[in-house]
């Protein structure tokens, strides 16, 4: 009896967990999807989730013993993603991200001279925080680079609704990374037997890395037609393909850096999924690596 209580029990625990899930998605799917319509409006919400992304990476590198200076992380961050849309919005020649970057870096660097002091992380403090700044600020950048393209849509069947092309394009990302860690969660519960990564996702499998490709590879296809995107259908699965392979890389990504101070959720913030970093570590590798897909193979 004991031991049908047990099962009883986890599967109770298991039926909660999927229902905050589900919950959780369906208040913030919509709210992103709609917020991708306005450029500005992907400008703010993408400078604050990554202070909100660069406070829990910081919180973890703290957990290890680290110490991330804090306000110069949140400051390079956003500052990478505001010159993503302002070099957009004001069509300047140079590279503003670059600008950012070593002009933190330079700054940064001349502060630690000054306060100079005999800990023995200090070196490991400084690179860090900008590593961290860089990672979460310039993915999510990418964001309002997406929603910067211009490519026109060809109809489709969503051509009747006044969609920016940029959206369109956000909602390929969204689509292929969201529906790919979903089928590759189900496909492994269900089938999954070899170890995709034992030591860092020892719940991650490949027969379900195979199921997430697989649903990749057919999201980039049927949202061709769909939102009328200026690619063939053998460019779409491509695009699904790629994503559908950088996306478990970022996943684990993530969980390279939990694994290596002892934690299991980068944060709380969204019933169900843990924090930022846990929801949306996928798309720090997928968006970029899109951005720059779509731009060359367009």
């Given amino acids: 009896m004991d031991g049908e209580n047990d099962d009883s029990a986890a599967s109770r625990k298991i039926r909660s967990f999927l229902f905050q899930r589900l919950l959780s998605a369906a208040i913030l799917i919509p709210l992103l999807l709609t917020l991708a319509w306005s450029y500005w409006g992907v400008v703010t919400v993408v400078s604050i989730l990554t202070v909100v992304g660069l406070r829990e990476l910081y919180t973890i590198l703290q957990h290890g013993g680290y110490r991330p200076r804090l306000m110069l992380g949140y400051t390079v ?22 600008l950012v970057m070593f002009g933190a870096i330079i700054v940064s660097l001349v502060v630690e001279i000054r306060r100079y002091e005999e800990h023995s992380k200090m070196l490991a403090d400084w690179a860090l925080t900008l590593a961290g700044a860089f990672y979460i600020g310039g993915a999510l950048g990418h964001f309002i680079l997406l929603r910067s393209l211009e490519y026109p849509l060809d109809g489709g069947l969503l051509g009747f609704l006044p969609m920016p092309p940029g959206a369109a394009w956000i909602y390929l990302v969204f689509g292929i990374t969201w529906l790919q860690d979903t089928m590759a969660y189900f496909v492994g519960r269900t089938f999954g037997q070899r170890k995709l990564a034992p030591i860092l996702s020892p719940k991650k499998t490949w027969e379900g890395a195979w199921g997430g490709m697989a649903i990749s590879v057919l999201v980039g296809i049927i949202f061709v037609p769909i939102f009328g995107l200026p690619v063939s259908l053998g460019m779409g699965a491509l695009l699904g393909a790629i994503g559908g392979i950088v996306g478990p890389l970022g996943d684990l990504a993530e969980s390279f850096f939990k694994r290596q101070v002892g ?12 924090g930022l970093l846990d929801r949306a570590d996928s798309l720090f590798f997928v968006a970029p690596v899109l951005f720059y897909c779509i731009t060359i193979l367009t």
């Avoid at 961050?77 to 670059?98: E, H, P, R």
């Fill in 77 to 98: 961050g956003v500052a990478l993603c505001l010159a993503s849309a302002l070099k957009q919005s004001l069509n300047v020649t140079f590279d503003l991200t670059l």
């Fill in 263 to 274: 934690l299991k959720d980068a944060g709380h913030l969204i019933p169900g999924h843990g």
